[in-house]
């Protein structure tokens, strides 16, 4: 069964840093893209960053330069490194992996992020 695992969320004041990762485990295929989505009370789930199986990277313009998404392949996880926090980057962060080949998407349980002013 494949699971995705979230951690690293917390608390911290705004311009703090946070480092979010996600663990795949139980998957027999390639994974194509990774995503971090967050999502706030009443609000959809808005994608934050991708990363591709090539490494390409796409990112929202309200984080960019600030945040930085990578993978390891080899251990089939993904981190987003978010530095100079600020309170509108509150809220829940979800993991989402893209299987090849069906583009079948698996979603982690979500880790809580919130800055404070």
């Known amino acids: 069964q ?4 979230e951690s ?7 311009g703090g840093s946070l480092r979010l990762s996600c663990a795949v485990s139980g998957s027999d295929f390639v994974i194509n893209v990774m ?4 999502q706030v ?6 994608l934050v960053a991708l990363i591709t199986a090539d490494g390409i990277t796409h990112y929202v313009d309200s984080v960019k330069g600030r945040f930085t998404i990578s993978r390891d392949g080899a251990k089939n996880t993904a981190y987003l490194q978010m530095n100079s926090l600020k309170p509108d980057d509150t809220g829940v962060y979800y993991c989402n992996a893209e299987r ?12 809580q992020v919130t800055v404070s002013s």
């Not at 009370?41 to 808005?46: H, L, N, V």
């Open 2 to 5: 494949v699971q995705l695992v």
């Open 8 to 14: 690293g969320g917390g608390a911290v004041q705004t």
């Open 35 to 38: 995503r971090w989505y967050r």
């Open 41 to 46: 009370p009443g609000k959809q789930r808005d």
């Open 100 to 111: 090849g080949g069906d583009w079948y998407q698996y979603w982690g349980q979500g880790t």
